[in-house]
Structure formats: structure tokens, C-alpha cells
């Protein structure tokens, strides 16, 4: 019995129901045997958890546990008294599992730097959106060998969502053979982002306007330039290469040169491409010759059709006039406005009674005025006519016609051709410049009126009452120069315009404002926030003879083009400049003008704030 105890108390790890739970020190001091080893190897392989054996030993038979019928336990009994025991190959396992963490870990690793490569990749290969905020740039163009009209447009014509400029100009060569001067027009198209020649094309003539548009509304066709000429040219350009589509031979303009810049009209043809109409006039007769012309191919629609026009003072039109009910009308005139409705005008050309469905739609307000005389022609206006132009109507589809006449402005409604108000001004010779001024979403319009010698005075009229709810005079010894506008994010609109510095007219000068010399002239812009200020953004030596404002759709922000030419001195042409000047970046710069004691006064900070957060965009719909 003694030595049955003996080894109880030298099994390690061993519970007696005798005694117990094992003692660690009896375990320390005991001396091994072969019964040690057998358990240590038992450890080894299960170890010993809570001081419980996870298998159990089997005692010896005469042990004193079986002699009192203790049971051997089972393997499940076993594994719910402790914790589960680790199964024989789990050194294996754990092999086994270290090597999926390590491939798990490698596969991470890998696809991270593949994708940083590739983010890397991308950054470089792939452009970014031309950043354009400060880009201001100036091109000379050399010398200009003459010509009157400033013809400028701006389109995109590269595809980098920037609007490219494109202009033409007369320049000089000299003759090989006799070795004189010799005038030669130019197209050339100037990159938006840096100035840069992207394409020039050589022109028969000098050109009277430019006008880029896509003749298929709807569609994803390449952007075309139609140039019309001084005298008998009339081209299609493709935008993006430069090369002539196509030209009108001259011989169908039946000895007649032409009088205005092409109009575009609706399908006629039914060919898919919008077409055209050009208005031709004789050298020795008053009679005009409208002359249908295919968009797609340049060829004529039908034979001219002419009219007999009577009336004095400046060519009118032609301008297209679409009505609420779609019925298409072509007006036109000398010193007066008349319509002929288009329908008319193809079914003699065609010399046919059949109709495109586009035409078979009539205006009742604009028939009723036909003349008695002449059935075709409707009489619109007739009093010392200077200028027309189309303003959208406010909530409406149709257009209202502004009319510029020798006394002063007159706004009719295009529904039934109406008077809706009517302004005296006199000096008024420019066209008027629309834009929103007033909170009323009614287009405003920005006048220069000459006012006295040497001085120009701007206004804006209220497009809604006719009032002048704004006005200054500054000095100018310009008789004209080309005003713009530009809408803002917030329905607004920023006027722009050229006059001279606005120290000439210091009230505390002793010099008549407008009796000096000639100084700068400065480009400078009125926002309606602020109307007791001025911003002069620019300046300029030279004559501003054209000048155009595009939008940057990628950054909200607005540039002005600015054709000039310079002082011409004895012997030598006057030099050609363009020039691009970003209006939020001038917005920051510019230098503020007051025109008048307010209270309180405007802080800069404040005002540099509101300027900050301008933002441009394309109008809702053509002004």
C-alpha cells in the first residue's frame, strides 16, 4: 500500500481520489523513474492543462485506483473537464498556417505596389484638364495691310474644352515680279491656352464675318466655320483642320456682291444638315437676291429670288426670325425692317407649290401686316432704322426685336410686333449690349452714347420699363469701341468696357475733361453688387477693334479677347495684336475706381471676398 502511494504522489500532473490534486513540490523532489519518462513523454505530445491529464493514464493493475473500480475515463469526458487538447499533428497545422498568412501577406503586398504603379502610370500618361485661371497671354501678328472689318470668333476646335480664337485679317506680301505691296487675307486660328498658330488657311478676300457653329444640331459632327466675304465669297471651313468644305461659285450670286454674313435656316433639303440663305445686292440697283444655299454641300437650293426694296439708310438683316408657332420669317431692309415669310421665299426658288414640313407653319399677328402692294413682303418697322437685334423674351420661346433708331431705342414684342417700351437717346450708334443688370431675370442693355467732344457716356436701360437705372460719363476720343458681358453663376452680369483713364475727368483738374491729348485706354468692368465702383482690369495703347468673352465650363471662369491695332507711323502698317486675359484672375488684380461718395464705404477685403467667389458660366440662352 505504501509504495501504491508513493508512486501516486510521483506521477505528475496525476489526480488521486484519494488525495487529490497533485503536490508541485512532492513533484520536485521526487526522483525519476521509468514512469517519469513515460509522462514526461505523455507532456510532450498533450501536456498537462489545469493540472488534469487530457488522456489519462491507465494505473497499473495492482494499483490501489483500480482495486476501488476507478474508471479509465473516455477521450470525450476528458476534453470537456479542461480545455481541448491540440491533436497530434498540429505542429502541421501551425506549419500549414504560417504559410497561408505569409502568401496572404504577399498577395496584399503585391496588389498595393501594382496599384501604386498604376496610379503612378496614369498621373503621367493620362492629361490633365488644362488649367487655365491665369492664362493671359499677347500675340502680334505683324502688320496689317489694311481692311476695315474685324471679323473674331471663338470655338473650340482642338477638343481641350477651351475655346480657341479665330480671326482674319488683310496682310502684305511683297510681288515677285515688280516688287510692290500686295494685300493677301489670312484665317488663322490661335490655340486659347497659349496663343500658338494652330492652323491658317489663305482667303480670296478680305472676310466679313466668321461664324462657328455644327449645321447638325444633336449630333457629335465636327464644328465648321462659315466665312463670308466682302465681295463674293461664301465658305465652309472644317474648324479643327482648317480646310475649305466646300465654296459658293460666285457665278449663282447672279453680278451681285455680297451684302451680309450667311444666315443659317432649317433643313430645307431634307438632307440632315441645317442650310443657309445669303442676301446679294446689285452695283446699280436697289434689288436684293436672297440665294438658297445647301449646308452640306454649298451648292444652291433652287434659283435667286429678288426683291425690289425701297428705303434709305443702312443695310438691315438679313436676320432669321423663328415664332412661337415655328413659323420662319427672313427680315430685312434699308434704313426700315420688312419680313418675307421663308416659305415664300423657297416655294419660288423651288417653283413649286410643295412644302418641307418646316414650312407649312404661318404667324397670324405677321400675316395680317402683309402689304397691300407688295403681298410678299410684311412691313415691320420704318423709322430711320440703325440696328436690330434678337432678345430672348423672359418665359417665352419666341424672341422680342430691339430696334437702335437715329432718336433712340424701341423694344417690340415679337408675338404681335408691338411696342413695348421706348427710350430717346441721342448719339446712340453702337449696337446695344445685353446682360442681366436688374433682379428682374429681364435682359438689360449696356449704351455708349456720344456725349460731347472727346467724351462717351455708358448707360444701362431697364429691358423691362426702358428706365436708366445706371449711367457715367467718362472721357473717350473713340467714337466707338466694342462692349461685352458675361454671365455669372447667380444670374448676373458683368458689363465691359473701354474709355480712357478716369483721372482725365478729376473734378478738381482745371482741363475740360475730353479736350486732351489721347491717353491709355482701359478696359474696365461694372458689376451690378457694386454700381458706385468701377474695376479697371487693363490697359491698352493701341485701338480696341474687336473683342469677344468665352466661358471655361471646366473652371467656372470667363476670358476676354481682344483684337487691337496699333499706332501707325509714317512708312509703316499698323501692328496686329491679340490678346487673352482671364477675368478672375484681372478680378483680383484690378484696380478699384469710385465714381461716387457712398455710405458707408466699401471695404476691400469685403469686396475682394464677393470677387473671390464670382463664378462664370455660359448664358441660359442667347442673348
Not at 474508471?71 to 491540440?86: D, N, R
Not at 483684337?563 to 478699384?592: F, N
Amino acid at each position: 500500500m505504501a509504495t501504491v502511494l508513493s508512486r501516486a504522489l510521483k506521477l505528475p500532473g496525476k489526480k488521486s481520489p484519494d488525495l487529490g490534486e497533485y503536490d508541485p513540490l512532492t513533484q520536485a523532489d521526487s526522483d525519476e523513474s521509468e514512469d517519469d519518462l513515460v509522462l514526461n513523454l505523455q507532456q510532450k505530445n498533450g501536456g498537462v492543462k489545469n493540472g488534469k491529464s487530457p488522456l489519462g493514464e491507465v494505473p497499473e493493475p495492482d494499483s490501489d485506483a483500480e482495486a476501488v473500480g476507478a474508471a479509465k475515463p473516455h477521450l470525450s469526458e476528458v476534453a470537456t473537464e479542461g480545455y481541448p487538447s491540440e491533436p497530434l499533428g498540429g505542429l502541421e497545422q501551425k506549419a500549414t498556417s504560417s504559410i497561408v498568412s505569409y502568401v496572404r501577406t504577399s498577395v496584399f503586398l503585391l496588389t498595393l505596389v501594382i496599384s501604386m504603379i498604376l496610379v503612378l502610370v496614369c498621373a503621367f500618361l493620362i492629361p490633365c484638364p488644362p488649367r487655365d485661371l491665369h492664362s493671359t497671354w499677347s500675340r502680334h501678328l505683324g502688320p496689317q495691310g489694311g481692311g476695315d472689318l474685324s471679323p473674331l470668333e471663338l470655338a473650340d476646335v482642338n477638343g481641350d474644352g477651351l475655346r480657341d480664337v479665330l480671326l482674319s485679317f488683310v496682310t502684305s506680301r511683297n510681288g515677285s515680279a515688280i516688287g510692290v505691296s500686295k494685300a493677301a487675307a489670312i484665317l488663322v486660328c490661335l490655340s486659347g491656352m497659349n496663343g500658338s498658330t494652330l492652323w491658317s488657311s489663305p482667303l480670296p478676300e478680305e472676310a466679313r464675318d466668321i461664324t462657328c457653329l455644327n449645321l447638325m444640331p444633336g449630333s457629335v459632327a465636327e464644328t465648321i466655320c462659315l466665312v463670308t466675304g466682302t465681295h463674293r465669297m461664301f465658305s465652309a471651313f472644317n474648324a479643327t483642320s482648317g480646310k475649305a468644305i466646300w465654296t459658293l461659285n460666285p457665278n449663282y450670286l447672279s453680278n451681285g456682291t455680297l451684302a451680309a454674313p450667311g444666315v443659317v435656316l432649317p433643313d430645307l433639303d431634307e438632307d440632315g444638315v441645317r442650310d443657309l440663305v445669303v442676301l446679294a445686292i446689285g452695283e446699280l440697283q436697289p434689288d436684293l437676291c436672297f440665294l438658297l444655299v445647301s449646308g452640306r454641300t454649298g451648292s444652291p437650293v433652287g434659283r435667286p429670288v429678288k426683291y425690289n426694296i425701297v428705303g434709305v439708310g443702312n443695310l438691315i438683316g438679313p436676320q432669321v426670325y423663328v415664332t412661337t408657332n415655328g413659323a420662319v420669317y427672313i427680315l430685312f431692309g434699308f434704313g426700315n425692317i420688312q419680313a418675307v415669310a421663308l416659305r415664300d421665299i423657297f416655294v419660288q426658288a423651288q417653283n413649286r407649290d410643295s412644302l418641307p414640313p418646316s414650312l407649312q407653319i404661318e404667324e397670324p399677328e405677321w400675316e395680317k401686316r402683309r402689304s397691300i402692294n407688295l403681298s410678299e413682303l410684311i412691313d415691320i418697322y420704318s423709322d430711320g432704322v440703325e440696328l436690330l437685334q434678337m432678345v430672348k423674351a423672359p418665359d417665352s420661346n419666341c424672341s422680342n426685336l430691339l430696334i437702335t433708331t437715329r432718336q433712340g431705342l424701341i423694344l417690340l414684342r415679337g408675338q404681335n410686333l408691338t411696342p413695348s417700351w421706348t427710350l430717346s437717346l441721342q448719339g446712340l450708334h453702337s449696337q446695344p449690349t445685353p446682360g442681366y443688370f436688374t433682379d428682374d431675370q429681364t435682359l438689360d442693355f449696356l449704351l455708349q452714347i456720344q456725349d460731347g467732344v472727346g467724351m462717351k457716356k455708358m448707360v444701362v436701360v431697364d429691358g423691362d420699363s426702358g428706365s436708366i437705372p445706371w449711367s457715367y460719363s467718362a472721357p473717350c476720343h473713340l467714337k466707338e469701341t466694342p462692349t461685352t458681358s458675361a454671365v455669372t453663376a447667380d444670374q448676373k452680369s458683368v458689363f465691359l468696357f473701354w474709355a480712357e483713364g478716369t483721372s482725365a475727368a478729376s473734378p478738381s483738374s482745371d482741363v475740360i475733361p475730353g479736350t486732351g491729348p489721347p491717353s491709355l485706354h482701359h478696359l474696365y468692368l461694372l458689376h451690378p453688387a457694386f454700381p458706385s465702383i468701377l474695376l479697371d482690369l487693363a490697359n491698352a495703347t493701341g485701338t480696341v477693334t474687336a473683342s469677344e468673352v468665352g466661358i471655361n465650363d471646366l473652371w467656372k471662369d470667363a476670358f476676354y479677347v481682344t483684337r487691337t491695332t496699333g499706332p501707325s507711323s509714317e512708312g509703316h502698317l499698323a501692328p496686329l495684336v491679340v490678346s487673352k486675359l482671364s477675368l478672375r484672375w484681372a478680378l483680383m488684380e484690378g484696380q478699384v475706381v469710385q465714381l461716387e461718395d457712398t455710405t458707408p464705404k466699401i471695404g476691400r477685403g469685403e469686396l475682394r471676398r464677393f470677387l473671390s467667389r464670382i463664378k462664370f458660366v455660359d448664358p441660359p440662352h442667347q442673348m
